[in-house]
């Protein structure tokens, strides 16, 4: 899932970035689910020869983002029932348990981080929403909480589990998802609460409540959805 090339010492390589930039354009759905594309399309698009695009496409496959079309190129994956509950499944799991993890190691100095980082998912009345903006800061909290966590692999699917996410979030039916932000942000403080206090039960339980109501509110807007066909959502 998403292994960035540096992780293990080795100097980036042009396939190396044309991957990262691939991946982060699908993420964030600038290629589209079901949208077919070329190595030659790609590569012009990028910046990239297409043998570095090529080595690209391959690890996108590996990763289920992209799908193989033969003698057509190539499609950028569809979005299935399977695949929403799949990434909200791996962080109903994950995030509770890094969660407990973090509270067992806090620190002040972390605590002070967390609720720094969560002033910034906090959106004041009548301020324009910017959904981007507002997808990185909840990663970015999430992500301290991972990395403190102490347990690498753990952080790590933690954090790509919501590098993907973010293909789903940023479907246009998606919308009115954000309306939550609110309620996020106060789900946030009763993690970092939890955390301060140094129980590591009531964070994991935190952190679970937290991941339910965003898991029910994302299934039935995409049920809702007039899209639903074109994002082959009941496809599995």
């Given at each position: ?13 042009q ?8 991946r ?36 996108l496959c ?25 990434l ?8 509770p ?29 009548g301020?324009e ?76 339980q ?31």
């Open positions: 899932m998403g292994l960035k090339a540096d992780l293990d010492g080795g100097s980036r390589t396939a190396d970035e044309a991957y990262e930039a691939i982060a354009e699908i993420l964030r759905n600038g290629l589209a689910p079901g949208e077919q594309v070329t190595e030659a399309q790609l590569g012009g698009r990028f910046g990239f020869g297409r043998a570095a695009v090529r080595a690209a496409l391959i690890r590996h990763e289920e983002l992209v799908q193989v079309i033969p003698r057509h190129g190539y499609a950028i994956a569809p979005i299935t029932f399977t695949h929403v509950q799949d909200f499944g791996l962080r109903l799991v994950v995030e348990a890094v969660a407990r993890l973090t509270a067992d190691r806090a620190d002040s100095r972390l605590v002070a981080e967390l609720e720094l980082l969560n002033e910034g998912c906090r959106h004041l009345p301020e929403l910017d959904l981007a903006e507002q997808r990185r800061a909840n990663k970015a909290f999430h992500g301290a909480i991972a990395r403190a966590s102490g347990n690498q692999r753990l952080a790590r699917l933690a954090t790509e589990g919501l590098e993907e996410l973010d293909r789903v979030l940023y479907l246009p039916q998606l919308s009115t998802v954000w309306e939550r932000t609110d309620a996020s942000f106060a789900e946030h403080q009763r993690i970092v609460e939890a955390i301060r206090l140094r129980d590591g039960r009531s964070a994991a935190a952190a679970y409540d937290h991941i339910v109501p965003n898991q029910r509110s994302v299934i039935d807007a995409l049920i809702a959805s007039p899209g639903l066909r074109f994002i082959n959502l009941l496809s599995v």
